[in-house]
C-alpha cells in the first residue's frame, strides 16, 4: 500500500496529522512531502505546482492524504500519476471563518475559491470537527452567491457535503495524572503566539489578578511566527515572579513535561477549528477554561467553558479556578483526564484506523 501525505503548512498540528496515520497505519509504505509553514497565502497559490515538482512520477499511489491549502485542481493536472490515487483532502480549518476580518483581499477570495475546488476535485473531504465543516459550507454557500457570475451552487455545495466527513486528530500524548495538585495553581498557555489567539485577553486577566493578590504561577509555550504580539514581550517581564517557564519548548519531551506540571489550561481565542493543544493539556491532567464558542462545545461539558458576551467573562472563569487552586479543591488529574480519553490513539487503535478508512471512504 503506497500512501503520500502533502502539507503544504508544516506547523506542528498538521504535522501531528501525519505522526498519528503513520502510527495507525505503520503497515502503509508512506511518502511525506511538506513546505515549511510560513506566508500560507503564498501557499495557497503555489503548493500545486511545488508538490508536482517534489512528486516522484514512476510511483503510483493508492491513496493521497493531502492538506487544504494545496490548489488540488492543479496538483492533480500537473501530476497524472496521482489520477488514480484516492485523494482525500484534509481541513484543519478553513478561511470563511476568520476573526478580525474586515474586507477581504482579492488573494484572500482566490484562496476560498480555491479550497471550494480543492474539495470539488478531491474524493473525500474530512474535517477535524463539525464546527470547521458547518463553517466552511455555509461559508462557501455565502461565497459562491456572491460571485458576479451564475454558478450551480446548490449542486455544488451537495457534491462537497456528500462526500465531507469528520476525523478529529488522535492524541499520541500518554495520560499523566500522578503528579499531585500544585497549590499555588499552574496556568497554562500553550497556542501560537499571534493576535487570533487574543493574548491580550489572557495577559490582562494575569495582571488583574495579579494585582488582587492572587497567588499562582505561569508557563507559557507556542510557537512563534514572523513578530509575536507585543502583549508576550511586556507579559515576561510583569508576570516574571510568577513563570516557570515562558518560551517554545525545545523537544516534545520538554513539551510533554511541562503540561504534566499545569494545573489549569486556557483559551482566549477567537479561532479554534479543534483544539489540539487544549486536549493535550487536558489529557495531562490540566483542568481547561475556555469559550463557550468555536469547536469546544463539541470538546467539553458547559462547566469547563465560560460566556464569551462580556469581556470579563474570562477573568472570572480564571479566577475561579485559581481560588479552587489555593482551596486545594480543583479536580484531580484523573477525573479530567476521561475528559481527552476519547481522543487519544491508544484508546482503542483499531477503531480509529477502522473510523479513518470509513470517514475518508477508502478501501483497501
Known amino acids: 500500500m503506497k500512501a503520500l501525505f502533502l502539507e503544504p503548512f508544516a506547523c506542528l498540528s498538521h504535522m501531528a496529522l501525519i505522526d498519528a496515520l503513520q502510527a495507525l497505519f505503520c503497515d502503509w509504505e508512506w511518502t511525506v512531502n511538506t513546505l515549511p509553514d510560513r506566508q500560507w497565502k503564498w501557499r495557497s497559490r503555489l503548493s500545486g505546482l511545488q508538490f508536482s515538482q517534489m512528486i516522484d512520477p514512476s510511483i503510483e499511489y493508492d491513496i493521497a492524504l493531502i492538506g487544504s491549502l494545496t490548489p488540488l485542481t492543479e496538483l492533480l493536472a500537473l501530476s497524472p500519476n496521482l489520477k488514480k490515487a484516492h485523494c482525500v483532502c484534509y481541513f484543519h480549518e478553513n478561511q470563511f471563518h476568520y476573526p478580525f476580518r474586515t474586507n477581504i483581499s482579492d488573494s484572500e477570495k ?36 456572491q460571485l458576479p457570475v451564475k454558478l450551480d451552487q446548490p449542486r455544488i455545495i451537495e457534491n462537497i ?35 487570533d489567539k487574543r493574548p491580550e485577553v489572557f495577559f490582562e486577566a494575569l495582571f488583574r489578578l495579579a494585582a488582587e493578590g492572587l497567588d499562582f504561577k505561569l508557563i507559557v509555550l507556542g ?25 517554545f519548548a525545545e523537544s516534545r519531551a520538554d513539551y510533554e513535561a511541562l503540561l ?46 465560560y460566556p464569551t458576551k462580556s469581556p470579563l467573562s474570562f477573568a472570572k472563569a480564571l479566577r475561579t479556578r485559581i481560588q479552587q487552586g489555593l482551596n486545594n479543591t480543583l479536580p484531580p488529574r484523573q477525573q479530567v483526564t476521561e475528559l481527552a ?24
Open 260 to 305: 504534566a506540571q499545569s494545573d489549569i489550561v486556557v483559551s482566549t481565542t477567537a479561532q479554534e477549528f479543534y483544539g489540539l493543544s487544549i486536549l493535550e493539556a487536558v489529557a495531562s491532567g490540566a483542568i481547561p477554561v475556555v469559550p463557550d464558542a468555536l469547536s469546544y462545545p463539541e470538546l467539553f461539558p458547559t462547566e469547563y467553558r
Open 161 to 195: 457535503q456528500n462526500k465531507a466527513n469528520i476525523f478529529p486528530i488522535p492524541l499520541q500524548i500518554l495520560p499523566g495524572y500522578t503528579q499531585p495538585r500544585n497549590n499555588p495553581p499552574v496556568i497554562l498557555w500553550n497556542h501560537r503566539w499571534e493576535h
Open 223 to 247: 510557537e512563534q511566527f514572523d513578530r509575536a504580539p507585543e502583549i508576550f514581550a511586556e507579559a515576561k517581564e510583569r508576570l516574571a515572579e510568577q513563570t516557570i517557564h515562558f518560551g
Open 341 to 364: 480519553e476519547q481522543y487519544l490513539l491508544q484508546t482503542e487503535p483499531n477503531k480509529w484506523r477502522e473510523r479513518f478508512l470509513q470517514q475518508s471512504r477508502y478501501t483497501t
Open 110 to 145: 482566490q484562496t476560498m475559491y480555491n479550497s471550494i475546488t480543492t474539495a470539488l476535485a478531491a474524493d473525500s473531504v474530512l474535517f477535524n470537527s463539525d464546527f470547521n465543516r458547518t463553517t466552511f459550507l455555509e461559508g462557501a454557500t455565502a461565497f459562491l452567491n
